[in-house]
């Protein structure tokens, strides 16, 4: 079985720890200094996992199908997620590996257990030469989101781990752009670096509570000029929205950047 490379060019940057400090005017001074605990440095930075080659498999023209293949590769404990590529078939792409060398023995081996058939070893994260990388890469992340954009909230039927719902949209997209996002909303939340709303740029994920508590439930893409891509709820679309909106206006928790 011969595979053909996919070779992206995307290049992909480091992730900084860290949140900006509360500023609190000193007391004026009216008996012996007080004692204070001592600050402590920030965390160093650290990389967001990135993803050096995958396997895809797959083209499918209905999206229940991808997802319910999905769901297959998923029971044999395999890490696996759909999604839609710029060719408008559905696809599905699974683990992640160090080589080239090691992911195409992976997909034969799978190939031998019969639970894929032909497949292509792809490289998101191969780097490129760019004289902006970072903006190279916010335009990917932006232009990758916009693939999704009408498609069902649930792609596969009632169970939720068939559903395309918000944090499965962000994990895609950047796992598309070789960034390992975490799956779940609030573990996106904790990894990223706090962005203040006006420096939002594209790319960056905008995080919402939308519960009855206070705690982040909900997610989307930024792509510039107050506006982001999300997957609503059930019984919607994907789709833009407004941050001006009230609904969300009113929910929102904070923005993270990752690279």
Not at 172 to 198: C, K, M, W
């Amino acid at each position: 079985m011969k595979t053909r490379v996919i070779l992206p060019l995307i290049l992909i940057s480091m992730l900084l720890w860290g949140c900006a400090g509360e500023r609190v005017a000193p007391a004026p001074v009216t008996g012996p200094p007080v004692q204070r605990p001592a600050v402590q440095a920030p965390p160093a930075a650290a990389t967001l996992p990135t993803i050096s080659w995958t396997i895809q498999v797959g083209a499918f023209t209905s999206a229940q199908r991808a997802a319910r293949f999905n769901l297959l590769l998923e029971s044999q404990g395999l890490d696996a997620f759909h999604f839609i590529d710029d060719d408008g078939l559905y696809k599905v792409r699974l683990e992640k590996f160090d080589s080239q060398s090691a992911a195409r023995q992976r997909a034969l081996a799978l190939q031998d257990q019969e639970l894929i058939q032909g497949f292509y070893i792809v490289s998101p994260a191969h780097p490129a030469r760019l004289l902006d990388p970072r903006a190279e890469l916010r335009r990917n992340l932006v232009e990758t989101a916009h693939r999704f954009i009408g498609t069902p909230y649930r792609w596969g039927g009632q169970s939720i781990r068939k559903g395309f719902d918000c944090s499965g949209l962000t994990m895609t997209v950047y796992r598309l752009n070789g960034l390992d996002l975490p799956r779940h909303s609030t573990a996106q939340f904790q990894a990223g670096r706090p962005i203040e709303r006006a420096a939002l740029s594209m790319g960056d994920l905008v995080f919402f509570a939308t519960g009855t508590r206070r705690r982040v439930s909900h997610v989307g893409i930024y792509i510039g000029h107050d506006h982001f891509i999300h997957a609503p709820g059930r019984g919607k679309t994907i789709r833009i929205s407004s941050l001006s909106n009230t609904y969300f206006n009113d929910r929102y928790m904070g923005a993270r950047r990752y690279f």
